[in-house]
């Protein structure tokens, strides 16, 4: 299996930025650099999200997201990290699979219209 990337784009109150999200199926939250967060003014909600990883889990600071993904339109949470991240509850909450043979996301009705 390879690395498995999505287009889509991130809007704030001063623009909208293109980003290349790693998918991360093992990740919950939406994730962009720290300093894109403040250049695009996005608002913080004011309360954490936990981050479990193997080192324990820590709190980030959640903020309210909107943008495009693959397409399609979402609003939904996001947290800091150094690297663009899309993760399984919003794929799941917009209808996508992960194609681990094609290294894609797909709409669930285009995989599943694409079955022999």
Do not use: C, H
Request: hydrophobic fraction near 40%; glycine fraction near 12%.
């Amino acid at each position: 299996m390879g690395v498995t990337y999505a287009r889509g784009s991130i809007t704030g109150k001063s623009g909208s930025r293109p980003y290349e999200f790693l998918v991360d199926t093992g990740a919950t939250w939406l994730s962009i650099p720290p300093a894109d967060i403040g250049v695009l003014e996005l608002e913080a909600l004011g309360r954490n999200a936990p981050i479990t990883t193997p080192n324990g889990v820590f709190y980030l600071p959640l903020y309210r997201a909107d943008g495009v993904l693959e397409g399609v339109p979402f609003s939904t949470y996001l947290v800091e990290a150094y690297i663009p991240i899309v993760g399984y509850r919003l794929l799941q909450d917009l209808g996508f699979v992960v194609d681990v043979l094609e290294e894609r996301i797909a709409l669930r009705t285009e995989w599943l219209g694409n079955l022999p």
